[in-house]
């Protein structure tokens, strides 16, 4: 018996030493999960991120935010598109091969009404395929900018999204369940092992990524647990049991930067936080107001006025914002010292330039706010309903998840409301098409200026560089005096990581497990 036992143990300690689990997992956490696995539903930073460690697209961006190569070698321009040379010998996680057929396939898919990608993606007219592994993405006209709208669009199997009836993609705001929600079948680094939102995500190292070799990353596991609770977050990295945090609480920085076996890396983010005003209704959904207050631009400036972003970035985010006039940020074309510049703080003039546009008790609204998407969102909901108060805006604070906050947004269902918007293609462009032109699928402001919506249109093709800034300077000097948003900081990334572990920072607050090195 007791040769027995020695043999029992011996054996165990074979089976912990087995290559098998001595892999490199990496457990990280954030306080809001990605929305959903469908690669062409939401079009929302970390549901991007989380996507893109599975699903790929043909053109890509390191840490440094320069564009890569992915699913194509290269690409090239021309008057009417530009042509890609596909990645040969490419599979999807099932083994069926990636081909020019996928890339049609895809594209009709992000442009389907139903796709949250359709502004990025409608300016390919159609998909030309010139032979298995090469496609032209055929454009109305010259499109100069290409190649940066194509980054967050994922490449997915059409034979796959047929067999599991997901050739649509899913209808988030309508709420809609499909088997792309929770499944997915890329072409990427990682597979997805399982799936329950809101609680665990787990993805395995793809041994036949056709990336083996090429990059440093060193994962064989990712686990990824949401913690919605900021105290909670912090602790499981203080005590070990995660790795990374991508949102430590900004209040909670010195105290990993000064813990044992913690670091902390910050950068500033391709993100701005603002508020949205409905001015394009006749009567607010929440106001005791007649009519809309928001409709008059004396209103809208005493909105901007009223609210003390230097005070906002003082003492509820540590620091780590810059105060900002504008909805977009430096680093993206179309950023400018004199248009960034905030509208100041000023309660007095505020007070007055409601009493003049017929306001002089103010008016009540609800301001509708996510408590899980930004850095310390709802805290900045709340410092702004105290300062709209001194002015006699009554806001009462409805903070939700994500989940259901963005929705309202996307079916125009808020009078106020925050939003952050992140530009992957480093273009003003971006920022124009989904949230200042009058079709624009995230403009729940109701917005509408025909300079701005012509200057919209007219930059996807002009090739002249000098000439297409011009027009983009232009168009933001309307936004800013027409304040159709309450601009209020860009945001400053700040992640939490273990020591022995190196983890790019990326200004896009993307993870690329590609590029994570177990020291």
């Not at 598109?81 to 895809?106: I, M, P, Y």
């Not at 996510?370 to 002015?391: G, H, S």
């Amino acid at each position: 018996m007791h040769y027995g036992k020695m043999l029992a143990v011996s054996a165990t300690a074979l089976i912990l030493a087995s290559p098998a689990l001595a892999e490199n997992v990496f457990r990280w956490t954030s306080q809001g999960d990605a929305l959903t696995m469908d690669p062409h539903s939401q079009n929302e930073g970390p549901t991007n991120a989380m996507n893109g460690q599975i699903y790929e697209a043909l053109v890509t961006r390191d840490a440094a935010l320069t564009l890569q190569p992915e699913l194509a070698e290269s690409w090239e321009a021309g008057a009417d598109g530009w042509t890609f040379k596909l990645r040969q010998g490419v599979k999807f996680h099932d083994g069926a091969d990636f081909t020019a057929e996928d890339v049609v396939f895809s594209f009709e898919r992000a442009k389907h009404e139903a796709s949250d990608f359709k502004e990025q993606a409608k300016s390919v007219a159609s998909v030309e395929v010139i032979d298995d592994y090469t496609v032209k993405l055929l454009t109305d006209g010259a499109n100069p900018i290409l190649p940066n709208q194509l980054t967050s669009i994922y490449m997915i199997d059409k034979g796959w999204a047929e067999a599991n009836n997901v050739v649509a993609p899913q209808d988030f705001k309508a709420k809609e369940e499909t088997y792309a929600v929770r499944n997915a079948n890329g072409t990427g680094p990682f597979v997805l092992e399982s799936r329950a939102p809101d609680e665990m995500t787990v993805l395995m190292r793809n041994g036949d990524w056709w990336g083996e070799g090429m990059f440093p990353g060193n994962i064989d596991k990712i686990e990824y647990r949401p913690i919605t609770n900021a105290a909670t977050r912090v602790a499981a990295l203080l005590s070990g049991e995660v790795d990374f945090v991508l949102d430590p609480p900004l209040q909670d920085l010195k105290r990993i930067e000064g813990s044992d076996g913690l670091h902390v890396t910050t950068v500033a983010q391709i993100r701005s936080i603002f508020f949205g005003m409905d001015q394009g209704i006749d009567k607010l959904r929440t106001s005791d107001a007649e009519g809309n207050p928001f409709k008059d631009p004396k209103v809208r400036e005493a909105m901007n006025l009223a609210i003390d972003k230097a005070a906002i970035q003082r003492v509820v985010m540590e620091g780590l914002s810059f105060p900002t006039g504008m909805i977009t940020p430096p680093g993206v074309l179309g950023n400018t010292p004199g248009n960034d510049e905030s509208y100041g703080f000023d309660a007095a003039k505020a007070k007055a330039l409601l009493a003049e546009a017929g306001y002089p008790d103010g008016f009540s609204v609800q301001l509708d706010c996510p408590n899980n998407r930004y850095n310390n969102d709802e805290k900045i909901c709340q410092a702004a309903v105290a300062m709209l108060a001194k002015i006699g805006v009554r806001v009462s604070l409805d903070a939700i998840p994500k989940a259901q906050h963005f929705p309202k947004i996307q079916k125009r269902e808020t009078d106020f409301y925050m939003l952050g918007w992140g530009v992957p293609t480093l273009d003003s462009h971006y920022v124009f098409s989904y949230l200042l032109e009058s079709s624009g699928s995230w403009n729940a402001t109701g917005y509408k200026n025909d300079r701005v919506d012509e200057i919209t249109a007219a930059i996807t093709t002009e090739i002249d560089i000098d000439k297409r800034t011009m027009m983009i300077d232009e168009a933001w000097s309307l936004v800013k005096a027409d304040m159709p948003y309450v601009p209020i900081h860009h945001q400053v990334l700040a992640w939490g990581i273990a020591d022995g572990w190196d983890v790019p920072i990326a200004a896009d607050d993307a993870v690329r497990p590609r590029f994570v090195v177990k020291q």
